[in-house]
């Protein structure tokens, strides 16, 4: 049975991956410095005697994101899956703040709650310019990083080029579009027929969370997240760079400049993988992944 929080087209979902993961979220109210009131929190949680592995997804996305990856995790690894503050499956209210630094907020009160001790945070996309925001603020909370083609080299959102001024209501209505959905989804990907239409309603049930529109207009009119290249340097985390070597999104150049701007770095490509890795080669990434926990036990 899916949890009630859920909106109603998760019964139309036909992917057994994706039917088992919504079937594991957890919604929390967690308290931040956002407002007096909680906000409702929605995570899934595996037990492993690996050290805990926190996922983030990307723009526009939702923990539904590592449906793929998730199987391997069951009884092997600690690990969360996380919808950031602003996306996925979490409560959007009308009186909080939709920035980078709101995000970062909300993802310490809830590692504060629900994990409390350090974790290996596992970006992907914009998940991983969260995750390399947070290392920055919160080094003891982060004792390794993994990045699925990362964004954190150019400013703005990772899909930008999607959007346009003014970016309120009507750029966010054309984001819902099912052509322009299925349009990006095919980009993400090196092999297009993975754009299933199943693959597009797993991408889009989050849109039906009330305030979805105005989170996300909020969130790209904060800027979202900035170039990080100034700072990485001064990262120390032991990096896994997951990058697929097919990437139409991010292209392949930011994996070379994260692998020589951080310092303890090693980068991995995945062959015949588009922007989307842990969806595309999961059974790779999930191996490169828990290799790389077991190094840090």
Known sequence: MLPDFLPAAATAIEEPAAIALLAQLQQQAIATPLRIAPLKTVYAKTHGDRPPLLLLPGFDSSLLEFR????????????????????????????????????????????????QEPVILAGASMGGAAALDFARHYPDAVRGLILLDSAGIAPGPV??????????????????????????????????????????????LHLAIPGWSRALAAFTKSGSYGSYRRQL????????????????????????????????????????????PHLEQPDVVAAAMLAFCDRLR
């Open 68 to 115: 793929r990856l998730w199987p391997h995790f069951i009884d092997r690894q600690a690990a969360w899956a996380l919808d950031l503050h602003g996306f996925g499956f979490n409560e959007r209210p009308a009186d909080v703040p939709y920035t980078p630094d709101a995000i970062r907020a909300h993802l310490y009160a809830t590692w504060q709650s629900v994990i």
């Open 159 to 204: 899909l930008g080029r999607f959007l346009f001024p003014p970016l309120g209501y009507l750029a966010t209505e054309f984001l819902r579009q099912p052509g322009v959905r299925a349009s990006i989804s095919r980009t993400a990907y090196f092999d297009p027929s993975l754009a299933t239409p199943d693959a597009d309603r797993c991408a889009a």
């Open 233 to 276: 340097p001064a990262l120390r985390q032991p990096t896994l760079i997951l990058w697929g070597e097919n990437d139409k999104i991010l292209g392949t150049q930011p994996a070379h400049l994260f692998a020589q701007l951080l310092p303890n770095s090693c980068l991995h490509w995945v062959k015949a993988c588009g922007h989307v």
